[in-house]
């Protein structure tokens, strides 16, 4: 199992816009084989921040859903990120 997580930091005035638009890549996400959960959510302190959060059954799907990554246009409106990939060897109940 993969997760993906950290923030991304856009313009304050455009987080939230950045957020919605980004709607559309998180239901494609959550309805691709082996995704467990994906969210991308407006930070409630810093105005300026994402939270991203994926879970993955592997990293072949995670690769298979990625493609290429973030178009130009997206990509322009990324100030700055701290994202990691955390590869999990074993899960248990909490």
Request: charged share 30%; net charge negative.
């Amino acid at each position: 199992m993969l997760i993906i997580a950290g923030y991304l930091r856009t313009e304050p005035t455009d987080r939230d816009a950045f957020v919605a638009d980004g709607a559309k890549a998180v239901s494609l996400a959550r309805s691709a084989p082996g995704c467990l959960d994906f969210s991308l959510t407006a930070d409630t302190v810093d105005p300026a921040r994402i939270t991203i959060f994926e879970r993955w059954e592997s990293e072949d799907e995670l690769l298979a859903f990625r493609g290429s990554g973030p178009d130009s246009g997206t990509a322009a409106r990324i100030l700055g990120a701290d994202v990691k990939r955390y590869v999990i060897a074993s899960v248990e109940e909490a």
